[in-house]
């Protein structure tokens, strides 16, 4: 397996901390509304990363949080008239309604922050006590120029960070430095805390690396995982309080997915182009969607066009018309083989272990399904060859997260295809037109 690690740049062939084991934590959503495509792209592609691991054996354990402590809670809350619990209750139902549409695994561990409080706090005390972090009037900052590293994720330096600031007026002249961020926050506002510095809630960049220190032993794991938006200054953060914590960058490698842009113009409520994820389920089932998510790669922009959704369904229309032709064809003929070609379903995979190169794995999918069109084509038909390249095909599909459940039919829907074909043979047409339209009607043809 080989990966492009953010923290050096460059594509590393990957070693687990533990043989045969892999740790992922990928940052999930703040909820306060439901979840746009923008959100499910990490969802998705970090989905292929599990699995393409459980493919090969590892045990995967897979970290994904939901952060139920915000300003956008408290705002979205009062705006629908509820409480914050009611609201974030809500939103993470209709985050796993996605998630289950979509067919990904759900997470070993899904963490809420407001239920890592205690931890949180621990946390930010040892901070403070070993001068990482002070507190004023309540709240609590980091010191960001006692970590020299700073910056080793981004690449942004602290000096420039400093030379910014200074450029504008800063609106909170508690911290020592502008580059300081919030551990802790006073507030007397929505949901509040009591902690040794005051009633409130944690900052933002907290949150995840308290997760994985809670989780995983000495906060230390193979892959972290997130959109590109969360690079800096969020994972620059967590980074920040893991090496004054720990001494060490939390993962081996970092792992970030690039944007979507719709018609060649980012996503965001301004341009009124924000697509929401259930609402593109519905109209575009599971497979379409996920296939449109892969067909380009992670570390690529998404752009969201409807000549490539059309090329999407297209695509997509080709596998499960094979599908269903080979599976009634089988049926028909009685034939109930579960053997596939492993060689290539291992292809596939080798193609994922390289740093996710969907578009060949996809394109591999459709090369699995030429195939099986041309032996169907074929006058005198070898069986056994069909049921292991359809088999292989259903395997390539299930790696990869797809959903293809063909119809199995009944005996008196086998005899009712049967006598369509029987008349048909006969030439009696006006009958045979009456048992397709009853075989259509039923989904079969």
């Not at 309540?138 to 942004?156: A, P, Q």
């Not at 969360?230 to 081996?252: D, G, R, V």
């Not at 009634?328 to 994922?352: F, G, R, S, T, W």
Request: glycine share 6%; with cysteine.
């Amino acid at each position: 397996m080989k990966l492009f690690n953010s923290l050096t740049n460059q594509k590393e062939e990957f070693v687990p901390i533990k043989k045969g084991e892999v740790s992922i934590y990928v940052c999930g959503p703040t909820v306060y509304n439901y979840v746009h495509i923008g959100n499910t792209r990490p969802m998705i592609v970090f989905d292929i990363l599990r699995r393409t691991f459980e493919y090969l054996g590892y045990k995967v354990t897979f970290v994904s949080n939901f952060t139920d402590v915000d300003d956008k809670i408290i705002k979205a809350a009062k705006e629908e008239g509820v409480s914050e619990k009611e609201l974030t209750d809500k939103y993470i139902k209709a985050y796993e309604d996605v998630r289950r549409g979509l067919n990904l695994l759900f997470p070993t561990y899904a963490p809420r922050v407001t239920e890592t409080m205690q931890p949180i706090i621990d946390f930010i005390a040892g901070l403070v006590e070993q001068g990482y972090a002070y507190e004023v009037d309540g709240d609590v900052y980091f010191r960001v120029t006692k970590i020299h590293e700073y910056g080793m994720l981004s690449g942004i330096k602290i000096e420039d960070l400093i030379a910014g600031a200074s450029e504008r007026v800063d609106d909170n002249d508690k911290k020592e430095s502008s580059t300081d961020f919030a551990l802790w926050k006073k507030t007397d506002e929505g949901i509040q805390f009591d902690s040794p510095w005051s009633k409130g809630r944690p900052g933002w960049h907290t949150e995840c690396v308290v997760m994985i220190n809670d989780i995983f032993e000495n906060g230390r794991i193979d892959i972290h995982g997130g959109g590109q938006d969360l690079k800096f200054p969020h994972h620059e953060n967590e980074i920040a309080q893991s090496m004054a914590c720990h001494h060490h960058p939390i993962a081996h490698i970092w792992m970030h997915n690039q944007m979507i842009n719709i018609n060649n113009q980012k996503m965001s409520k301004s341009l009124g182009n924000v697509l929401w994820a259930k609402d593109l389920l519905e109209q575009l089932g599971c497979n379409v969607y996920k296939w449109l998510m892969l067909s380009t790669h992670y570390r690529n922009p998404l752009n969201f066009t409807d000549e490539v959704l059309n090329n999407v369904k297209k695509e997509v229309e080709k596998v499960e018309n094979i599908i269903k032709q080979v599976s009634l064809y089988l049926q028909i003929q009685h034939i109930d083989h579960k053997d596939y070609y492993k060689n290539i379903v291992d292809q596939m995979v080798e193609a994922l272990s390289d740093d996710l190169n969907t578009s060949l794995a996809l394109s591999q999918i459709l090369g699995q399904v030429k195939v099986l069109n041309q032996l169907m084509r074929v006058k005198e038909k070898d069986d056994l060859e069909i049921s292991k390249n359809y088999q292989t095909l259903l395997c390539m599909l299930d790696t990869m997260g797809f959903v293809y459940n063909p119809k199995q039919l009944s005996d008196s829907e086998i005899a009712l295809y049967q006598q369509w074909q029987k008349e048909k043979s006969a030439k009696n047409f006006e009958q045979a037109d009456l048992l397709r339209q009853e075989l259509q009607n039923k989904g079969i043809l």
